[in-house]
């Protein structure tokens, strides 16, 4: 036979312990998701300081010196992998050898000049001054953002949106190791795969690397 249960009476008072057992099941799901997104945020957070020139967010949030290492094994990857033809291709010319051996130096030298806080936004607005100068010069198209023709167009929501939608995968290998890989906004070929540890009681950006084409 089935029993209704009882109504609480009123002015009675719910058991402590179920209603602590409540709020942990309802809180629980509710730190999980604010748990995956908080990388997010961080690399969210990185992306801005590069557009204002926060260079203080940026000594802070970025492990320079393992992420320029990683950068550059990326690149020299790369260049590697370019410079393994078919072995049927005609034989280089006197110039391409002379640049095939440059190039990995070049490109160290250059990332050991431009990834610091201090240049990384200098180059953000070199991109920036492409994008809006010389771009529409030659006629190409700005890649549609997540807003565009609204009135949120161009705002930190806008590029929010566009930056999720762009990321390929985003990888939890620990508790304290993320992984994210974000597909270039004008080049779909390239793609940049950042990992940040937990260290303390902040995420921060801990290698990076560049792969695809195009650079």
């Known amino acids: 036979m089935l029993r209704h249960a009882r109504p609480m009476p009123m002015g009675a008072v719910p058991d402590p312990q179920a209603m602590r057992l409540l709020k942990l099941l309802l809180a629980t799901p509710l730190l999980g998701v604010a748990y995956i997104a908080w990388p997010l945020l961080t ?13 203080a967010t940026l000594e802070r949030k970025v492990e320079w010196v393992s992420v320029r290492a990683s950068l550059k094994g990326s690149l020299s990857a790369e260049t590697k992998a370019r410079l393994e033809k078919d072995p049927n291709a005609p034989a280089p010319s006197l110039w391409q050898r002379i640049k095939a051996t440059l190039a990995p130096s070049l490109a160290e030298s250059a990332v050991d000049r431009y990834v610091t806080p201090e240049n990384l936004p200098s180059l953000f607005g070199y991109r920036e ?15 549609p953002t997540a807003l565009a023709g609204t009135v949120f167009a161009g705002s930190f929501v806008d590029r929010m949106l566009s930056f999720y ?6 990888v939890f290998y620990s508790l304290t ?10 080049q779909p070929e390239r793609r940049y795969v950042s990992t940040f540890e937990l260290k303390g009681w902040e995420w921060k950006l801990t290698a990076l690397a560049v792969l695809g084409t195009g650079y």
């Open 129 to 143: 001054t492409y994008r809006t100068s010389i771009r529409p010069a030659l006629g190409l198209q700005e890649p």
């Open 177 to 186: 190791r993320f992984e994210v890989e974000v597909i270039d906004r004008y």
């Open 165 to 170: 939608a762009r990321v390929r995968r985003a």
């Open 43 to 55: 690399a969210l957070q990185i992306r801005e300081a590069i557009i204002t020139g926060d260079t």
